[in-house]
């Protein structure tokens, strides 16, 4: 415990941070961590109850667990793009924690990982996520939206995510809604509605779309046209195919 700490430079030297490095540095505010860094042990954060704001290494693929838990003046976190796993109560009782965003890469959110996090009134979770802990959102009392990306319901360990769903939209993919009513794990409880969309385009150049998923949104836009689904089913096939009538067209116009 370093009470009268405030700030620390980390250098680009630095490589790994170990567990419990800054527990209980009540005083330390604000923390960049250098995109040398690609290790961070359990405990990093723990308790520092003056801490601000963090920036993370964008080399960081895991956050351990506890790392920020008991961190009640936290209200800005930038997590790293690459980023696939959350831990153990990583976030748990960040009371004035508003929001979060995570990023595209993430697979995984462990047990409890944001319990307590009372101030959080909704988050996104991205389309290629697998699995989530029990309780994750236990005690989350502000939390009255859940948006779910995947087009399939991601696993909840032990099924459940919080003991009270009072009040708790889950918006997810149109074409997946009976999907996530039906699911053992997201049909008890929540409120399931489809994502709104302020328009029927889709870009297949989004880092968000997978090559099914993609495929899923052109059928839902095109589902009356069966013509249009064997091009984009065919690829190759059905370019060739549209230039052949085309041509065949104009000729008979001829």
Known sequence: SCYGLSSVSITNSVTEIG?????????LINVIIPNSVTEIGRYLFKDCS????????EAIKELEGFVFSGCSNLTSVVLPKGLKKIGVEAFCECSILKSIVLPDSIKEIKRSAFKGCSSLTSIVIPRGIESLG???????????SITVESYYPPEVEEGVLLESFKNITVYVPKESVDIYRNSDDWSIGFSIKPIESNND???????RVSNGSLFAQIVSLCEESII????FAFSGI??????????RNSKRRR
């Open 238 to 247: 059905g370019v060739f195919l549209l230039a052949w009538l085309v041509i």
């Open 50 to 57: 003056g801490l601000i704001s963090v920036t993370f290494s």
């Open 201 to 207: 385009t889709v870009d297949i150049h989004s880092d």
């Open 228 to 231: 249009w689904i064997i091009i």
């Open 134 to 144: 029990e309780y994750v959102f236990e005690g989350c009392s502000s939390l009255v």
């Open 19 to 27: 567990e419990s490095a800054f527990f209980d540095c009540t005083g």
